[in-house]
């Protein structure tokens, strides 16, 4: 079945960056859309960047230019680069594949604290 791990998460300074990964297994990731999305307690998931399965990439305007999408077809693996960190980029991060069902599976997601 579906798996997906994601992690890189931490605590970091507003203006610093993180290194999010996800190994999604139980898919065929080479063919597969995949994209981050984030949640804070209390409220709706939201869509933060995706990647199609030949590299094509898109971001929601609070991230963009801050934040890229990248994958490994090789390692099943696709990672956001986070970079000029803001406090309201503190989330819990998730990946999935693209499109996806919120009543689906989603992974146990890493979090993500930006403060001083």
């Known amino acids: 079945q579906v798996q997906l791990v994601e992690s890189g998460g931490g605590l970091v300074q507003p203006g610093g960056s993180l290194r999010l990964s996800c190994a999604a297994s139980?898919?065929?990731?080479?063919?597969?859309?995949m994209g981050w999305f984030r949640q804070a307690p209390g409220k709706q998931r939201e869509w933060v960047a995706g990647?199609?399965?030949?590299?094509?990439?898109s971001y929601a305007n609070s991230v963009k230019g801050r934040f890229t999408i990248s994958r490994d077809n090789a390692k099943n693996t696709v990672y956001l680069q986070m970079n000029s960190l803001k406090a309201e980029d503190t989330d819990v991060y998730y990946c999935?594949?693209?499109?996806?069902?919120?009543?689906?599976?989603w992974g146990q997601g890493t979090q993500v604290t930006v403060s001083s």
């Open positions: 999935n594949v693209v499109p996806s069902s919120e009543d689906g599976y």
């Open positions: 990647i199609t399965r030949g590299g094509f990439t």
């Open positions: 139980g898919i065929i990731f080479s063919i597969s859309a």
